[in-house]
């Protein structure tokens, strides 16, 4: 059965998204804001076939960290549901992401009118910059920040060591870290064609102020993220 669910659910999901993206193309020539509403529409409609076809919703722990200013989100990364479910909780924020993704037709200008964050893997020194400036830029236009500190979709229970462009936006941007743990691969996981029924777990976790060194900072995300992502695997 849950094989059958998700037939159907990547079917339909997959004319929902290219009905979006052909007819949302002439929003191209739109503000920005236009384009974020075809964005959350999109969202909620593969979210509603998600959930109502293969029964997979969500449960939020620790709302009362949950930012609502300036902030840095700091997320494990398993499936590609936590980037559809934050863009849509968050107001407009601008994802951390690798430039190869602004390359893909259709989709990829997308994420370029919405104003996301590319950065090219290769650059090193001067690519870190460049995302701080963008990432500034963002701060400015009064968006967050989501980054995925491993820089890549990681499998429940595993880890990966945290890329330095989480140390670089928290030491030169002066906002607090807000660490966010999940269990989304559990059901939805990497190039996974299944997705299971269930409930996945995102907890916001109390965020991390400004101020720290560098070394400190990381140690102090870490301690804070790996543990509770590792709790999440095993439900509440």
Known sequence: MTTLRSLLFNLANFVWSLVMHVVCLPLLLAPAAWVWKAAHLW?????????VICG??????????FPKGPAIIAAKHQSAWETL???????????????????????????????????????????????VRDAGAAFA????IIIFPEGTRVAPGTHRPYQPGIAALYSQLNVPVVPV???SGLYWSRQAFTKKPGRILIEYLPPIPPGLGRKAFMA????RLEPAA???LTGL
């Open 43 to 51: 969202i909620d409609g593969t979210l509603f076939l998600l959930r």
């Open 56 to 65: 997979l919703g969500c449960r939020e722990i620790g709302l009362e960290h």
């Open 85 to 131: 479910f934050l863009s849509r909780r968050l107001n407009r924020p601008a994802f951390i992401l690798k430039r190869e993704l602004l390359m893909i037709p259709l989709f990829g200008w997308f994420l370029r009118k919405t104003g996301m964050i590319a950065v090219d893997r290769t650059g090193k020194a001067a690519a870190l910059k460049q995302m």
């Open 141 to 144: 236009a009064g968006r967050q």
């Open 181 to 183: 743990a999940l269990n």
């Open 220 to 223: 102090e995300l870490e301690a």
């Open 230 to 232: 590792q709790r999440l």
